[in-house]
């Protein structure tokens, strides 16, 4: 079975600093997809990044990156020079590839606050 | 991404009573699923709803409580059956983006539906 931990339940930054956001995650595929969604105070969820289980290039895009290690499981999230904006709860899921759709596994989800 | 509706945005109901969410997205999709979260929860997902077949359900949730439907690639509802206080949370409809060969493995997420037992 599937399973996503997100250790930190909340993080608190003051703008600017730099925030990760841990993950790590258990499936016995081969195949698989890792993700990253964010959840603002609106409700929303935002998709942030996918990652299939073949690249583990790590990735950047704006103030967001992501740094895949297959070897311990682990798919971390860091925001740098944190804003105000960047306050929400920010979910990582993973889904098995399967041709009948891919189910997403959610980890228990990780609140960041920034304050400025 | 795709544009992903969902009616209501949110209800206040009452004990007893059902209430039926839609979800309509821009693009026609093959896969549709619906998640609930409970308050200060994560997602857990319901069914996955597939058009042109019955919806598949996840362990804890059963067809009379939560009949699917799924009429046509775009367009999916979720009702939600004989309530109780313990319904109360957000319910999202999700699309993995393009249908057949297209699909890409991603999902959408819409806005939610925040419900409210009393």
């Known amino acids: 079975a599937q399973k996503v931990t997100q250790a930190q339940t909340e993080i608190s930054v003051v703008e600017k600093e730099d925030v990760t956001l841990d993950c790590v995650y258990e499936?016995?595929?081969?195949?698989?997809?890792l993700f990253w969604y964010k959840q603002p105070p609106s409700g929303e969820l935002v998709f942030l990044i996918r990652?299939?289980?073949?690249?583990?290039q790590n990735e950047i895009s704006g103030r967001y990156s992501w740094n895949f290690q297959k070897s311990t499981s682990s798919f971390n999230f860091t925001i740098t020079a944190s804003q105000v904006v960047d306050s929400a709860v920010y979910f990582c899921?993973?889904?098995?590839?399967?041709?009948?759709?891919?189910?997403?596994?959610f980890g228990g989800g990780t609140r960041v606050l920034v304050k400025p | 991404s795709a544009v992903i509706s969902q009616k209501p945005s949110r209800d206040i109901c009452q004990r007893g009573t059902s209430l039926t969410i839609q979800c309509q997205v821009d693009?026609?999709?093959?896969?549709m699923f619906w998640y609930r979260q409970q308050p200060g929860q994560s997602l857990t997902l319901i069914a996955t709803a597939n058009q042109g077949s019955e919806a598949t359900y996840e362990s804890g949730f059963v067809i009379d409580k939560f009949p699917i439907s799924r009429p046509n690639l775009t367009f999916s509802t979720l009702t939600v059956s004989n309530m109780s206080p313990e319904d109360s949370s957000i319910y999202l409809c999700s699309a993995e983006m393009g249908a057949g060969p297209r699909r890409t493995d991603t999902q959408y997420f819409g806005p939610g539906t925040r419900l409210t037992v009393l």
């Open positions: 990652r299939n289980s073949f690249d583990e």
């Open positions: 499936t016995r595929d081969t195949t698989y997809y």
């Open positions: 693009s026609q999709v093959t896969m």
């Open positions: 899921a993973l889904s098995e590839a399967q041709a009948a759709g891919n189910k997403l596994t």
